[in-house]
């Protein structure tokens, strides 16, 4: 559904890409690994149209993203694609209910549509009694599983998270872990993920490794 293939991109002398290539399916875990600096975040920046790489291309569902203008590219981010970073990145004025709400209320939602997208979010991911509460009153992981609902919200295609558990425990790593998995299998949502984490590398369903910019999978 997703294919990247052979990106190259350079950062002035810096060679963040040297022919990288990944393909992530429908429904399916793809974890890039590898050691800091070897290109992963480049890697899924690239894979989300986020960043132009210098040359190779990126194809999603038969469209090619590394040629489509800027517009038409951020309209079909928007819709089909959703982001998970490091810091959960939650609107602190906002309880985690109203967090998770806000892609809908942005895309013109039905107020009733919302609430029961949101409901059956936090529900899923075990949330629901912390929703009216603010991301500084709950815990990190609880933030970070806010932060995974509202970017599954608006039922993306494929969803990027660039070390979605890194700032977390084992434990609470697993909890988000487990609700991408959940992601993938119920809504057949792709997820390309970066982790340093081998424990969550080796329950994801392919795995690419970095290493000076070039992907072995
Ligand atoms: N905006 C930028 N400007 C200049 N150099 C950059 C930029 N982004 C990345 N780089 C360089 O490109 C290379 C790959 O960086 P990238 O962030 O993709 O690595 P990474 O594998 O995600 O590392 P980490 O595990 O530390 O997050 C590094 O040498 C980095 O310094
Ligand atoms: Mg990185």
Known sequence: MLSAEKLTLSFGKTVALAGASATVHRGEVLALVGPSGSGKSTMLYCMAGLLDP??????????????????????????????????????????????????????????????ARVDELLDRLGIA????RRPAKVSGGQAQRA?????????????????????????????????LLDLAAVDETAVVLVTH?????????????????????
């Open 197 to 217: 984490d081998p424990e969550i590398s080796a329950r994801a369903h392919r795995v690419v490794q970095m290493r000076d910019g070039v992907a072995t999978s």
């Open 54 to 115: 210098d040359g190779g291309k990126v194809e999603f569902d038969g469209r090619i993203l590394t040629k489509l203008n800027d517009d038409v590219r951020s309209d079909l981010r928007r819709r089909e694609f959703g982001f998970v970073f490091q810091f959960a990145e939650l609107v602190p004025e906002l309880s985690l209910r109203e967090n998770v709400s806000l892609p809908l209320e942005l895309n013109g939602v039905s107020r009733r549509e919302r609430e």
């Open 147 to 179: 932060a995974v609902a509202r970017a599954m919200a608006h039922r993306p295609r494929v969803l990027f998270a660039d070390e979605p558990t890194g700032a977390l425990d084992s434990q609470n790593g697993t909890l988000v872990l487990d609700a």
């Open 129 to 132: 009694e912390q929703a009216g």
